[in-house]
């Protein structure tokens, strides 16, 4: 961005709106509707009269970037723009959202069921904030339960009356209802991922007043050890492999190629009879780290055996990649289990990013194509890794859907890694 400095407010936002529009022309996502009606919504802005409130432009902004419908399209920002956040950390079950994690203020908030935020029923604000983020209705609602705790983009969207405070009504784990008025705080640098928020464990990137939810029972091997971002385990009385990944990419100094090479050493001396492929938290990172890993698996367990491959709508980008990897390289031999991957089989990524001159939001724009059902040979549009990656697979759909209650993990269940487990103790030699 060049700009002249602006002679007032309005001027500085005229110029922002002007560079939003050329980085949206870079994106590639956008079809041709849905483009000439991010460009009149620009223009539209451009032409007001008045400053726009900045969680109201955040927000107008972010609708713009989601008529792509493309998963990576997003808006963003850079330190001076990050929004106020609500100390409270929830989850999505497939019968709620709950509060898993919370200031120790608010810890009469934990294990409850949201019902409405500043009056407006749970549905109706999720409904809201899944407009905030293009792609598929899973990724949506992945992201709405990161916005839920964005105090600009409650108020932005209409949902919170000011910048000071958020009132939340839910029904506790007692059945008793809790209203809390809620009053945000400046977030640090390094906020935990959303791949975390299933575990009971303290969250330590929020610092020592932040607590967890305890269930009734002890969480099973797939919510534990959450500081853990890849991990093999051979389970108990059973010749079955467990494999978990929680990126794509390395993580401070858990290492991903380094865990592969252990891994395949460690397989390859000892063949498992199953494997269990844990890839619901992958929310992707630098998928080259992973082909060769990947296209490999089958070949590290025993002929017979069977790879149970879980995923969720957490599982994206890369993390899709290497889904699909895993897919396309054992055929019959892979089970898909849990519920759809974030996104569809044909996207845009690998873009670059641009600021705005006057006020720090960031826009994602998507250049390169991946389309995992066909080969994606156009040089002009799929990303060139493509050509050297042919991979085709006809869905990453799950064979069964599995979802997961509040009240299943409360009692100490994963009902996605029971199935896998059934599945492949009745399998064994």
């Known amino acids: 961005a060049s700009y002249r400095k602006p002679n007032d407010p309005l001027e500085a936002q005229r110029q922002n709106l002007d560079y939003f529009a050329k980085l949206i022309a870079m994106d590639r996502s956008y079809s041709t509707e849905a483009r000439a009606q991010a460009q009149r919504r620009t223009v539209e802005l451009a032409d007001l009269k008045t400053v726009v409130p900045r969680p109201n432009f955040r927000v107008a902004l972010m609708e713009i970037a989601a008529l792509a419908d493309n998963g990576h399209t997003r808006v963003g920002s850079d330190s001076g723009a990050n929004p106020m956040e609500l100390p409270v950390r929830v989850a999505a079950f497939s019968d709620g959202i709950y509060v898993l994690h919370a200031t120790k203020t608010y810890a009469d908030l934990l294990g409850g069921k949201i019902v409405s935020i500043d ?8 409904a809201r904030l899944e407009q905030l983020r293009g792609g598929t209705p899973q990724w949506r609602k992945a992201y709405a339960q990161v916005y839920i705790g964005w105090q600009d983009v409650l108020v932005g969207a209409g949902i919170a009356p000011d910048m000071g405070h958020s009132t939340w009504t839910v029904t506790s784990p007692s059945g008793t209802t809790v209203t809390r008025t809620l009053t945000p705080y400046t977030p640090s640098e390094d906020e935990p991922d959303m791949n975390r928020i299933y575990t009971n464990e303290p969250l330590k990137d929020l610092g020592a007043d932040w607590v967890a939810y305890q269930p009734e029972r002890t969480l099973p091997i797939t919510f534990s050890d959450s500081d853990m971002t890849f991990r093999r385990v051979r389970l108990p009385h059973s010749c079955v492999m467990l494999i978990q990944f929680r990126s794509n990419d390395d993580v401070g100094n858990n290492r991903i190629m380094d865990f592969e090479a252990a891994t395949k050493a460690d397989m390859q001396a000892n063949k498992p009879c199953q494997l269990i492929f844990d890839n619901r938290f992958n929310d992707g990172g630098n998928l080259t780290k992973t082909i060769f890993f990947a296209k490999d698996l089958p070949d590290f367990i025993a002929p017979s055996g069977h790879i149970y491959l879980l995923t969720s709508g957490m599982t994206f980008s890369a993390g899709i990649t290497t889904t699909a990897l ?12 849990g519920e759809p991957v974030g996104d569809r089989l044909a996207f845009f990524a690998e873009g670059g990013r641009g600021c705005l001159p006057n006020y720090p939001l960031c826009l994602q724009y998507e250049t390169g194509k991946h389309d995992y059902g066909h080969s994606c040979t156009d040089l002009d549009t799929c990303f060139w890794l493509n050509w050297l990656l042919p991979l085709s697979v006809k869905t990453l759909l799950p064979d069964e859907i599995i979802t997961m209650t509040f009240d299943d993990w409360r009692q100490g269940r994963d009902p996605v890694f029971e199935r896998a487990m059934a599945l492949a103790n009745r399998n064994e030699p």
């Open 119 to 126: 009056g407006h029923p749970i549905d109706e604000v999720m």
């Open 326 to 337: 895993i897919k396309h390289a054992g055929g019959d031999r892979v089970t898909i289990l």
